[in-house]
């Protein structure tokens, strides 16, 4: 199915419409002037459980992992850079 596309103006003046319609599954593009910008999508009210151990057997930590960084890569880690404002 393809994206029905409102522009700003559109999408301003029918808003509650389109919320209702992008509830109802379909998918809601607005654009300025022609150029698609946003996708209106509903908030999905998901829960995600923790389970803890859910990867038991998945993950595999090898002898490499305790090894010592290369210098090049250590230090890196290490160089204090300036955050540009």
């Known amino acids: 199915m393809a994206a029905s596309t409102f522009n700003i103006h559109q999408a301003k003046t ?9 509830v109802n599954g379909e998918e809601i593009v607005i654009a300025n002037a022609g150029i698609p910008k946003v996708r209106l999508t ?5 829960v995600v459980t923790r389970r803890p ?7 595999h930590v090898t002898e490499a992992f305790f090894e010592p960084l290369p210098p090049e890569t250590l230090a890196s880690w290490e160089t204090r850079r300036e955050i540009l404002p």
Do not use: C, K, Q
């Open 53 to 59: 151990g859910r990867f038991a057997g998945d993950l």
């Open 42 to 46: 509903p908030v999905r009210d998901e």
């Open 14 to 22: 029918h808003l509650s419409r389109l919320i209702a319609r992008a």
